[in-house]
């Protein structure tokens, strides 16, 4: 082989690394991704149940006066 095959090889192999590291991320933040979405929804759920009950509590202090 040539100089100029073994310094195209030895430049390409830091480039494929790269590129399967990149596979690897992008599975683990496609994880991270759910988790938080996961607890956003939950916040969300939370938030929604109890503003109605406080709605429902002051409607009832409202009735008492």
Same mark, same amino acid.
């Given at each position: 082989?040539?100089?100029?095959?073994?310094? /195209?090889?030895?430049?390409? $192999?830091?480039?494929g690394?790269?590129?399967i @590291?990149?596979?690897?991320?992008? %599975?683990?933040?496609? /994880?991270?991704?759910?988790? $938080?979405?996961?607890?956003?929804?939950?916040? @969300?759920?939370?938030?929604?149940? %109890?503003?109605?009950?406080?709605?429902?509590?002051?409607?009832?202090?409202?009735?008492?006066k």
């Amino acid at each position: 082989m040539t100089d100029a095959v073994w310094v /195209a090889l030895i430049a390409a $192999v830091p480039a494929g690394g790269a590129v399967i @590291l990149g596979f690897i991320n992008r %599975s683990k933040l496609g /994880a991270v991704e759910t988790r $938080v979405d996961g607890r956003l929804s939950e916040l @969300l759920e939370l938030t929604r149940k %109890s503003s109605h009950a406080q709605g429902v509590a002051d409607e009832k202090e409202s009735q008492k006066k």
